[in-house]
């Protein structure tokens, strides 16, 4: 079981991986392992193992994804056991259960299960793991990190703390290129000294609507990169959904602009409301009479500065 174990050796000699240690250590039980390819060692525990197939596996369910099968897994189990005969004890396994848990200590802190890896970030920002690449902080840079995998996700963390994560890639399929998870949240470092990178950075293709909305107007005008480059800095300082829906009254108002943004950012952090209220103004200031254009008054002075030069 290389999950286990590293590499056997003589008779029962085990060189058991570090974390499979730290689980042991955890739990408070010591391993024992059986010969490579000797099933009788362990009979019992295979009969029990292919009679548990048969029961739970046939005919084959199917699910939509891993979460709904480990519930149906579970719940299954639980009625069987109100089902099987112990076949020591009288009465099923849920009797003998009821019978010992009185006398079963309480279960403690749930062991953090995981693979670690060491890995170097690449100089763009991402660690490699089978064929597939995950985006980093582009402050970790050239950097030694940890690489935590779970059965579900990609934990990347380095000097004590927790980097990053990412929902991890399952593809057994060697015809297929690896593929490349970016967070532009990650990039946002280079993009502030390199403004240019945000126009066909391919981390960037990821953002939010709203957000690729507000860079396709500012684009279209000189200084607009550096322009958006400072709105994506502000989820640097600011909740990320009270910026985005910032942007969003931004762009519902037809004002596209940094300065509009930050006024409404700051109303929203100041528990203000997005839009100003609408001002009645009293009878006294109501316009009567609407004024009219007449550009017929230019050039009556015009005729005075010619009067004055005569």
């Known amino acids: 079981m290389k999950t286990a174990v590293d590499r056997i050796g003589a008779g029962k000699v085990r060189q058991v991986n570090a974390r499979f240690s730290a689980m042991a250590s955890h739990y408070l039980f010591e391993p024992e392992f059986c010969n490579p390819a000797a099933g009788w060692e362990k009979g019992q525990v295979e009969k029990n193992v292919q009679d548990a197939r048969r029961r739970l596996w046939q005919p084959l369910p199917c699910f939509p994804d891993l979460a709904e099968l480990n519930a149906w897994l579970e719940q299954r189990c639980i009625e069987q056991w109100h089902e099987i005969q112990h076949g020591v004890m009288p009465g099923t396994i849920a009797d003998a259960w009821a019978d010992e848990v009185a006398s079963l200590m309480p279960l403690g802190r749930t062991f953090d299960g995981f693979v670690e890896h060491a ?39 380095a000097e004590g703390r927790i980097l990053c994560e990412h929902e991890r890639i399952i593809e057994r399929s060697h015809h297929l290129p690896g593929r490349t998870v970016y967070d532009w949240r990650h990039y946002l470092a280079v993009i502030q000294r390199k403004p240019g990178a945000l126009r066909n950075g391919a981390p960037f293709l990821e953002m939010p609507d709203a957000f690729r909305q507000l860079q396709a107007s500012l684009l279209k005008r000189p200084g607009g990169d550096r322009e958006m480059v400072e709105i994506l800095a502000l989820v640097l300082q600011h909740d990320e959904q009270a910026v985005l829906c910032a942007v969003e009254l931004a762009l519902e108002a037809g004002v596209p602009t940094k300065t509009h943004v930050l006024n409404i950012l700051h109303r929203l952090t100041d528990g203000r409301a997005g839009t100003p209220p609408k001002i009645d103004a009293p009878q006294a200031l109501t316009l009567r009479r609407e004024p009219k254009a007449n550009v017929e008054r230019y050039d009556a002075l015009r005729s005075r500065e010619a009067a004055r030069a005569s």
Request: net charge positive; with cysteine; glycine share 0%.
């Open 119 to 157: 890995k170097r970030v690449s100089p763009t920002c991402l660690v490699h793991f089978e064929r597939n690449r995950y985006s980093v902080p582009a402050s970790f840079a050239n950097r030694p990190v940890s690489l935590r995998v779970y059965p579900d996700q990609i934990v990347v963390a």
